[in-house]
């Protein structure tokens, strides 16, 4: 069984351009969330895709966007890079069927430095 | 939305047995809580999840009361590598619940000294 991957795993940008980070999905899994992590604070939820469509959203831009593929690899998107966008992305998959919560699992995480 | 409160910080000694409590006072009915473990520079790992009342598996146990206001992590007899931030999450992941209701508390910082 395959974890969550995510790629690359280092990023430098200035400010203004846009980047694209990648994530594969746990095998078996349907379902992906992207997270920004700040240094020193927890995770905030970006968004959710499920089947190829956005399922949920947290308190971001719509500058920061997303895509899930057939595959159910998924990848965000971020415009107009800003300083404050340095973070570490965290991407996690989880299976959704309709029931009971599903458990999430994260990949390592893309580190992004906008300067 | 259910937000979440721990303590900023613990310290332990190796052999002991952790408690780190979560407050979600505004919890909501379709509201699971889940904890994870988070290394330096690493995605969050899950350790544990539960809706009521004791959920115990092999590395943790998860105490929950009839309220549901709050929960307990217990790590039975920690080690040095159980030195990690521990994150209380709340929140409805059932397919078109999720929205945006995934928030993680600002985590709790356990150190363990031998």
């Known amino acids: 069984e395959t974890g969550v991957t995510q790629s690359p795993t280092h990023l430098i940008k200035t400010r203004g351009q846009q980047v694209t980070l990648r994530c594969s999905s746990q095998?078996?899994?349907?379902?992906v969330s992207w997270y920004q992590q700040a240094l020193g604070q927890g995770p905030q939820f970006i968004f959710q895709y499920y089947r190829e469509e956005e399922n949920g959203r947290g308190n971001f831009p719509p500058r920061f966007s997303g895509l899930q593929f057939p595959n159910y690899s998924s990848e965000l998107n971020v415009n107009a890079l800003e300083l404050d966008d340095s973070a570490l992305y965290l991407c996690?998959?989880?299976?959704?069927?309709?029931?009971?919560?599903?458990?999430?699992?994260f990949g390592p995480g893309t580190r992004l430095l906008v300067l | 939305l259910a937000k979440t409160t721990q303590p900023i910080s613990m310290d332990s000694y190796e052999g002991q047995e952790v408690n780190i409590t979560c407050s979600h006072n505004?919890?909501?009915?379709?509201?699971?809580i889940t904890w994870y473990q988070q290394f330096p520079s690493q995605g969050p790992r899950f350790i544990i999840q539960g809706y009521k009342t004791k959920v115990t598996n092999e590395v943790a146990s998860l105490f929950i009361p009839a309220d549901r206001k709050s929960s307990t992590l217990s790590l039975p007899r920690v080690s040095l590598s159980d030195t990690a931030v521990y994150y209380c999450l709340v929140g409805d992941m059932v397919y078109g619940g999720s929205q945006g209701n995934l928030i993680f508390g600002k985590g709790t910082k356990l150190s363990v000294k031998p």
């Open positions: 996690a998959s989880s299976l959704v069927t309709g029931g009971p919560q599903e458990t999430q699992y």
């Open positions: 505004n919890i909501a009915t379709n509201d699971y």
């Open positions: 095998s078996g899994h349907n379902t």
